[in-house]
């Protein structure tokens, strides 16, 4: 496994990594916006095909993660940790004293990960995420750098 930052030319192929780890995913479009912004922009492969993205900003002195998948194939195996440690020291490295992240509601694992990593819940935003007939909160949480 490989973690290495993403290029432009790749947004269609991390769009279709995500469709494979939720229902919800960002699209084509969405990867390229973010290239268009700057963001930084990470991802895992394994033997050439990405496996886990990340997504992230920086405004003066704190950061956002603005999305994180791995495939549901390599999900389970640490990479989720991984990435999101890589986005800590980069963010770190970059002056930011805080990350700020907001996570399903209903996302279980992924808030387990974010505690384990001094991450905090700090707010929710109600009806937030889409989710069939119904939608979901997102719950706002935070980690000091």
Known sequence: MTLRPALAAEAERLAAL????????????????????????????SDGQPVGVAVWMLVIDEAELLNIAVARLYQGRGLGRRLLQSVLADARAAGARRLFLEVREGNAPAR??????????????KNYYPGGADREHAVLMECTL
């Open 18 to 45: 995500e469709a494979t780890a939720t229902a919800y995913g960002w699209r084509a479009r969405q990867y390229g916006d973010s290239f268009a912004a700057g963001h930084d922009v990470s991802v895992i492969e």
């Open 112 to 125: 387990a990960l974010y505690r384990s990593l001094d991450f905090v819940e700090t707010g929710l935003r």
